[in-house]
């Protein structure tokens, strides 16, 4: 897929956000309808021949980690220090 058109499906689900708060409780018909009006306005005003503006974490719908969530080198030294701990027993 390229930049553009997650650029264009990223300012949809934007604006659909923006307009229809109450989006995933409208039936699936209503829902199609939408999508397709707000794609193809958004599509017949994109210009397809500059870079799309938005960073590639938002075009690719990446959010930041939060800050209660460890990285996996805390979570090795974590495990090593339990791992120092247990008593390994031969019977």
Same mark, same amino acid.
């Given at each position: 897929?390229? @930049?553009?058109?997650?650029?264009?499906?990223r300012m949809v689900v934007n604006q659909?956000?923006?307009?229809?708060? !109450?989006? &995933?409780?409208?039936?699936?018909?209503?829902?199609? @309808?939408? +999508?397709?009006?707000?794609?193809? *306005? +958004?599509?017949?005003?994109?210009?397809?021949?500059?870079?799309?503006?938005?960073?590639?974490?938002?075009?690719? &719908?990446?959010?930041?980690?939060?800050?209660?969530?460890?990285?996996?080198? *805390?979570?090795?030294?974590?495990?090593? !220090? @339990? *791992?120092? &701990?247990?008593?390994?027993?031969?019977?």
């Amino acid at each position: 897929m390229s @930049k553009s058109t997650k650029d264009i499906k990223r300012m949809v689900v934007n604006q659909i956000k923006n307009e229809y708060p !109450g989006f &995933n409780h409208l039936p699936k018909p209503v829902k199609k @309808k939408i +999508i397709e009006e707000f794609f193809t *306005q +958004i599509y017949s005003e994109y210009d397809f021949s500059k870079e799309p503006e938005a960073p590639l974490p938002e075009l690719l &719908n990446i959010t930041p980690l939060p800050d209660d969530i460890i990285t996996i080198e *805390q979570m090795r030294w974590l495990m090593k !220090g @339990k *791992q120092m &701990n247990i008593l390994h027993l031969k019977i």
